[in-house]
T-cell receptor, first 115, second 110 residues
Framework: NAGVTQTPKFRVLKTGQSMTLLCAQD?????MYWYRQDPGMGLRLIHY???????AKGEVPDGYNVSRLKKQNFLLGLESAAPSQTSVYFC??????????????FGPGTRLTVL | GQNIDQPTEMTATEGAIVQINCTYQ??????LFWYQQHAGEAPTFLSY????GLEEKGRFSSFLSRSKGYSYLLLKELQMKDSASYLC???????????FGIGTKLQVIP
């Protein structure tokens, strides 16, 4: 049981390049999330998904796209990277519902630098 | 929208007790979480409160007052390994969205 995994762990891009971050969870969770974490800003929600085939915008969605073709995977795409997207990206998942068990489980993070 | 406030930094001595406060403003409150995040690592779950009162789990306790929009995390018998950031997060609405505070960086000194 690996929990939540993220690929890659580190990446350096040039402005204008594209890339996809992969998040995978093996806990059969319904909900998945992508956050970015910047100094002094805390974790901010980019996009989220409440089930296979569904996605929705979070707090800071501009410049990102997502897809949830399989329940266990949640992809985050940057079509044309900008220096402002330099950040640490965390994926998280949660089972579903409103009880104590529904905490978010986080992946290890992807450290992205855009030059 | 939501607004979550917590101190940016705190320092405490090994073996002591420290209280980290969190205040929030939100509609549709559906629970408050505390996470611990060591430098360079992912956040990990510490505690959850949805009803008023104190939840105790070993050296860690968390308190919630919904009417005051206030929570605190209490860490007892501080250890050096408790040096980390502590994130207050509020869940609201029907889609399980969670909003995080900026986190409180706690430094434990000998």
């Amino acid at each position: 049981n690996a929990g939540v995994t993220q690929t890659p762990k580190f990446r350096v891009l040039k402005t204008g390049q594209s890339m996809t971050l992969l998040c995978a969870q093996d806990m059969n969770h319904e909900y998945m999330y992508w956050y970015r974490q910047d100094p002094g800003m805390g974790l901010r929600l980019i996009h989220y998904s409440v089930g296979e085939g569904t996605t929705a915008k979070g707090e800071v969605p501009d410049g990102y796209n997502v897809s949830r073709l399989k329940k266990q995977n949640f992809l985050l795409g940057l079509e044309s990277a900008a220096p402002s997207q330099t950040s640490v990206y965390f994926c998280a998942s949660t089972r579903r519902g409103i009880d104590r068990a529904d905490t978010q489980y986080f992946g290890p993070g992807t450290r992205l630098t855009v030059l | 929208g939501q607004n979550i406030d917590q101190p940016t930094e705190m320092t405490a001595t090994e073996g002591a007790i420290v209280q980290i406060n969190c205040t929030y403003q939100t509609s549709g409150f559906n629970g408050l979480f505390w996470y611990q995040q060591h430098a360079g690592e992912a956040p990990t779950f510490l505690s959850y409160n949805v009803l008023d009162g104190l939840e105790e789990k070993g050296r860690f306790s968390s308190f919630l007052s919904r009417s005051k929009g206030y929570s605190y995390l209490l860490l007892k018998e501080l250890q050096m390994k408790d040096s980390a950031s502590y994130l207050c997060a509020v869940r609201s609405g029907g889609y399980q969205k969670v909003t995080f505070g900026i986190g409180t960086k706690l430094q434990v000194i000998p």
